[in-house]
C-alpha cells in the first residue's frame, strides 16, 4: 500500500522551469516502478515519464525527451520531475504513478492498470 501525493506544480511561463515532487508514504517505495503522467483539458491521459525501481533506467515521451527528467531517492521515498524549457503544450494536470511492474510496461501501457496514482497538481504554461 503507498500514498503518492504532488506538489510543485503551478504557473510560469513559456521557457521557464518547474519541479514536481511526489511523497510517497508507504512501506517498499524501493519495490514500485514509478511514473509521471499527465492530461490536458479535453484530452487523454498521456505518458510522460518513468522509472525503474531502483532508478537505473528512465523513459520519456517523445515530447519532453531532452527538456523533462525524473528521478528518485529511494531513501526519502520521493520522486521527482524536473521541467526545462516548459512550453504551452505542456499545461495539463501531472499525477504521479506508483505500481509493482517494471518501468518499461508502466510506459507501454500508458498507466493502464497503475494501482496507486496521486492527486494530481495542475501545471499551466503562458505563452
Known amino acids: 500500500q503507498v500514498q503518492l501525493v504532488e506538489s510543485g506544480g503551478g504557473l510560469v511561463q513559456a521557457g521557464g522551469s518547474l519541479r514536481l515532487s511526489c511523497a510517497a508514504d508507504?512501506?517498499?517505495?524501493?519495490?514500485?516502478?514509478m511514473g509521471w503522467f499527465r492530461q490536458a483539458a479535453g484530452k487523454e491521459r498521456e505518458f510522460v515519464a518513468t522509472?525503474?525501481?531502483?532508478?537505473?533506467?528512465?523513459y520519456y515521451a517523445d515530447s519532453v525527451k531532452g527538456r523533462f527528467t525524473i528521478s528518485r531517492d529511494n531513501a526519502e521515498n520521493m520522486v521527482y520531475l524536473q521541467m526545462n524549457n516548459l512550453k504551452p503544450e505542456d499545461t495539463a494536470v501531472y499525477y504521479c504513478?506508483?505500481?509493482?511492474?517494471?518501468?518499461?510496461?508502466?510506459?507501454?501501457?500508458?498507466?493502464?492498470?497503475?494501482?496507486?496514482w496521486g492527486q494530481g497538481t495542475q501545471v499551466t504554461v503562458s505563452s
Open positions: 508507504g512501506r517498499g517505495f524501493s519495490s514500485y516502478a
Open positions: 504513478a506508483a505500481d509493482l511492474t517494471t518501468a518499461q510496461n508502466m510506459r507501454d501501457m500508458k498507466g493502464r492498470g497503475v494501482n496507486y
Open positions: 522509472v525503474t525501481w531502483n532508478g537505473g533506467a528512465t
